[in-house]
């Protein structure tokens, strides 16, 4: 079925639109960039007395701020179930889960959901993370304007095998690997749906009573939400590790006006700051509207 016949609200956001950057609060900065650039493969790109920023092939994926004497994430709390790298290809997935496990740290959990292969750890503060390779579009199953998706086991050793047989040794996660979605802890999902799908614009591209996965331009997801430990939860406390943000890159400064028009007309408030303009979903999930890297507005 045509990606076209996914649930779309009156006006859809923009089909180029996508998530680009997560920030976390982390307990301790020199232990969690051990883990980002050494365990995880992340390189870094910049960082000062209070934070970092990491990438690959010299795009920012992920800043860390450091927040002394922070607690674990709760997994409780509206906020992050985590956030997912995508790499380019099921090589690049092999190799990476090549030097995970030659690092010595232990088998990842797993799911094949027949769109991508996923692989899922925690950080040192237990902010979740899943890396991932996206099978074609073309293999992808649509019915009734919805994806198919599942949660079967991986097939680790075909991902192994494609690793070994890419050439090139290990150098850390390669050019292309982006944020492809993120997924989040939110208290219901029908106000869920109302502020992600009915006001942003994102189209509805699968559901259940517990969980939400939302979308621009016929992807199977570029936002998850679930209720499976937050039903009716609302925002940590201070002094919690966890998410501070995350960006919704748009194409252009004409698709930014429209999304702050709806938001204004919904009564959602924005606050301008540089690089964007900050929203809050109704947990308090912290949401910064961005052109493009390298896109001026205007």
Known sequence: MPNQAQQTPATSIDPRTSVGEVSLAVADLGRSLAFYTQGFGLALLTRDAGGA??????????????????????????????????????????????????????MPGQGDHLVSEALYLSDPDGNGIEIYCDRPRSAWQWQDGRVRMASEPVD?????????????????????????????????????????????????????????????????????????????ASAAPPGVAGLRYFTIDLADSGVLTDVLARLDAAGVGSIQEAGGSRILDPWRNAIQLRLWPGKAAG
Do not use: C
Request: a neutral charge; charged letters at 10%.
């Open 53 to 106: 920023t990491l990438g690959a092939g010299g795009a920012r994926l992920l800043t860390l701020t450091e927040q002394p004497g922070a607690l674990p994430w709760p997994g409780r709390y509206a906020g992050l179930y985590h956030f997912a790298v995508l790499v380019p290809t099921r090589a690049d997935l092999g190799r990476w889960l090549r030097h995970w496990l030659n690092s010595g740290f232990p």
């Open 156 to 232: 680790v050793a075909g991902v192994l095998a494609a690793g070994n047989a890419a050439p090139g040794q290990w150098e850390g996660l390669p050019a292309g690997t982006r944020l492809g979605h993120i997924h989040l802890q939110v208290g219901d999902i029908g106000q869920a749906a109302a502020f992600y799908h009915d006001v942003l614009g994102f189209d509805i591209v699968a559901s259940l009573p517990s969980a939400l996965f939302v979308s621009a331009g016929g992807y199977h997801h570029h936002i998850g939400m679930n209720t499976w430990q937050s039903r009716g």
